[in-house]
């Protein structure tokens, strides 16, 4: 007897409802077995959070896919198919724009879906997400395989629902579903930003953030400029009992010394020139919230002795009071400078480090987490099409494989920004709008390193004569400044770029140093 082939790919996947395998895995063996039942280019498996479709597992298409977010309302024929409760196959000349033009993987050019159909998954008669299968063959589905995909959805819908009792049953083990409430009651009022990634250390990252965020820590948050700090801050309040209450974010480098303790803790009407009223702080407007002070090593030593009260005592006082006001904040403070080293050097108090750093936590370098570039790059590759108004906006091969080749001084701020650099050069480059436009390295246009004949390395000061080393380094640096404003034609935020320091941060150091 003819084996039946709906039978053969669903057999190894119902003994999977049994077994306990990652979402990751447990999702690319359903699409494989989609792909073996019925043949074509590309599928995809998206999660509906409220009006977006996130990808949560793709085969055919390219690896930034999984980091696109696809807004309903933007791609007609994903709100088609969610509109339907059984599986649709669109027609061959359907002038509907698909979502997936130019994001097949294995072919040059830019080719368009030419054959495509769906089916929407329902969990408890709720819809959960979508099945998508796409072909560049025009006559690739037909009515037998709208009904194969109808029975198969049953199985793939009964996968998601094995995959969520298990996320569900661990997220109880955890902490009896209250974060989990939390979470999805402050998700229905504030989407809050996207974390994205799968590499190893990003996941161990959130792994991290799972698990000090349902806690009352302080947590110092470390890294390089443009890693997301801030987002991993936002991702440990959401995670906590706090969730609900207010995240009050305030960046302590971009204060003049004089204002930094009126914003930190408020001040009373006439306490300084130009107090005309009274004003509460930080502190207060974060009560029974979570406080982020990002650049907190930039704060005056003055005010470091203030901050550290607070955060013994949870008492205050404002500017020009006598009165003490008791707050609930949990604080979580970020920097990209190596606050023990600054201990050292006598530029921030050892026991506000200590305070701060309860639970240190650094975020790594885009560098270091390889292909995590193309998801991030996808995520913001959308957010462009979107802006721009054009049916697709994809990379090119050499495009990708430049991505992954860069070192991102600039880390994830700087690929949002190149992205977007790039989608409006490659689309300024054609006569007329495309269908389908692609950004290629030409329009990445990504900085080359000066090399050693055009840049030579600056040679260090000598120290000989008695010279102290703090001097000596101050005379290094100034050289160094100096040399690559020269290059970018004194753009601040250029030469800040090629360094790798927060363009506050440099203006600063410079002035110091009397080069402003």
């Not at 006598?346 to 200590?354: P, S």
């Not at 959308?382 to 070192?407: I, Y």
Request: charged letters at 25%; hydrophobic letters at 45%.
């Amino acid at each position: 007897m003819t084996a039946n082939p709906l039978l053969t790919a669903l057999i190894p996947l119902v003994a999977d409802l049994s077994r306990e395998l990652p979402e990751v895995e447990r999702y690319r063996r359903l699409l494989l077995a989609l792909r073996e039942l019925l043949p074509c280019d590309a599928v995809a498996l998206l999660r509906l959070e409220g009006e977006v479709l996130v990808p949560l597992a793709v085969d055919g298409l390219s690896a930034d896919t999984l980091g696109r977010r696809f807004k309903v309302g933007e791609h007609p024929r994903l709100q088609a198919l969610l509109a339907q409760r059984g599986p649709t196959r669109f027609a061959m000349d359907c002038g509907l724009p698909d979502p997936y033009d130019g994001l097949v993987e294995g072919h040059r050019g830019h080719l368009e879906v030419h054959d495509c159909m769906g089916c929407p998954l329902y969990l408890q008669d709720q819809v959960w997400g979508l099945l998508t299968l796409d072909s560049l063959d025009p006559a690739r589905f037909g009515r037998v395989d709208l009904d194969t995909l109808a029975a198969f959805a049953s199985l793939a819908a009964a996968t998601v629902m094995a995959n969520e009792r298990i996320a569900q049953l661990l997220r109880r083990v955890e902490d009896e579903h209250r974060l989990a409430e939390v979470y999805k009651q402050a998700a229905d009022q504030h989407r809050p930003r996207e974390l994205i990634g799968q590499s190893p250390l990003h996941k161990r990252l959130q792994e991290e953030i799972a698990l000090v965020g349902d806690s009352e820590l302080t947590v110092l948050i470390s890294g390089e400029t443009g890693v997301g700090k801030e987002l991993v801050a936002e991702a440990i309040h959401a995670a906590s009992a706090r969730a609900m209450q207010p995240l009050i974010s305030l960046n302590c480098a971009a204060l003049p010394e004089t204002l930094v303790e009126s914003e930190l803790f408020g001040h009373v009407r006439g306490a300084f020139s130009g107090a005309i009223n009274e004003r509460s702080g930080k502190f207060e407007l974060a009560d029974g919230g979570t406080l982020f002070l990002d650049e907190v090593g930039e704060l005056p030593v003055v005010v470091q002795a203030k901050l550290l009260r607070v955060l013994q005592s949870g008492q205050l006082q404002r500017v020009g009071s006598d009165r003490e006001h008791r707050v609930n904040v949990r604080v979580l403070a970020a920097s990209n400078r190596d606050l023990a080293e600054e201990v050292r050097a006598g530029r921030f108090r050892a026991d506000l480090y200590h305070r701060l750093s309860v639970y240190p936590l650094k975020v790594p370098a885009l560098r270091e987490r390889g292909r995590d570039v193309l998801l991030l790059a996808g995520y913001f590759l959308e957010e462009n099409r979107s802006r721009l108004g054009l049916r697709s906006l994809r990379l090119t091969g050499d495009a990708q494989k430049a991505l992954l080749a860069h070192d991102w001084p600039g880390n994830v701020r700087e690929l949002e920004h190149l992205i977007g650099r790039a989608a409006l050069k490659a689309l300024s480059a054609c006569a007329e709008r495309p269908r389908i436009l692609s950004i290629d390295t030409q329009a990445l246009d990504l900085p080359q390193r000066a090399s050693a004949v055009e840049s030579p390395p600056l040679a260090l000061p000598e120290a000989a004569g008695g010279v102290p080393l703090r001097e000596a380094l101050d005379a290094y640096q100034k050289q160094l400044i100096d040399a690559a404003l020269q290059r970018h034609q004194h753009k601040w935020a250029d030469t800040a770029r090629e360094l790798g320091v927060d363009r506050a941060n440099l203006v600063r150091l410079a002035r110091r140093l009397g080069l402003k």
